[in-house]
Antibody, heavy 128, light 113 residues
Framework: EVQLVESGGGLVQPGGSLRLSCAAS????????MDWVRQAPGKGLEWVGR??????????EYAASVIGRFTISRDDSKNSLYLQMNGLNTEDTAVYYC???????????????????WGQGTTVTVSS | DIVMTQSPDSLAVSLGERATINCKSS????????????LAWYQQKPGQPPKLLIY???TRESGVPDRFSGSGSGTDFTLTISSLQTEDVAVYYC?????????FGQGTKLEIK
């Protein structure tokens, strides 16, 4: 069964740090771009960032709202994705989802077309 | 960033009736080299993660019922549920992947009238 399981959420004070983990199973983790998406209480979805594959130098990209504070990394040997969050503020309070990017080969090119596997999420609360 | 705007914010439709949700992007998400619209639709039920329904604006994900369909091109897109079922009550989001910095619409809450 294809599965993503997040962990590491909790209560943290403003200015604090937290590291989230996402354990993948049931698919070849190293072949896929992996993303973090968050959802503040009662709000919509916000893309946080992605980790590309080793074939793409494990490059990362981030939303403007988290650049310089959040760092995404991965360990393909452990089938795991991570989100290191520093300088947290109350606006970072959210459920954080790990998601797999879907892709397909078309005319000898590989195209990504969204996120087809999601974890159940882990809750991060930033409060004093 | 590409801004995605959905309408309406909420919608109430009778069982068996058609539901239509619109999504507009601040710039075209049609990629000329492959003539594909980089637009996806997701369904999120309460307490659950989002589920990919449609990609390339009109391709249904495997296992998605055929009452769900997507249409549109360039900057204007539509998700249609042809005959609303009780299990379709959810919030629906559009998302562009034309820019590598993905963005979502604000969501449309669909309820039973």
């Amino acid at each position: 069964e294809v599965q993503l399981v997040e962990s590491g959420g909790g209560l943290v004070q403003p200015g604090g740090s937290l590291r989230l983990s996402c354990a993948a199973s049931g698919f070849t983790f190293s072949d896929h771009y992996m993303d973090w998406v968050r959802q503040a209480p009662g709000k919509g979805l916000e893309w946080v960032g992605r980790s590309k594959t080793g074939a793409n130098s494990y490059a990362t990209e981030y939303a403007a709202s988290v650049i310089g504070r959040f760092t995404i990394s991965r360990d393909d040997s452990k089938n795991s994705l991570y989100l290191q969050m520093n300088g947290l503020n109350t606006e970072d309070t959210a459920v954080y989802y790990c998601a797999r990017e879907a892709g397909e080969w078309l005319d000898r090119h590989y195209y990504y077309y969204g996120m087809d596997v999601w974890g159940q999420g882990t809750t991060v609360t930033v409060s004093s | 960033d590409i801004v995605m705007t959905q309408s309406p914010d909420s919608l109430a439709v009778s069982l068996g009736e058609r539901a239509t949700i619109n999504c507009k992007s601040s710039q075209s998400v049609l990629y000329s080299s492959n003539n594909k619209n980089y637009l996806a639709w997701y369904q999120q039920k309460p307490g659950q993660p989002p589920k990919l329904l449609i990609y390339w604006a009109s391709t249904r994900e495997s296992g998605v019922p055929d009452r769900f369909s997507g249409s549109g091109s360039g900057t204007d897109f539509t998700l249609t549920i042809s005959s609303l079922q009780t299990e379709d009550v959810a919030v629906y989001y559009c998302q562009q992947y034309y820019s590598t910095l993905y963005t979502f619409g604000q969501g449309t809450k669909l309820e039973i009238k």
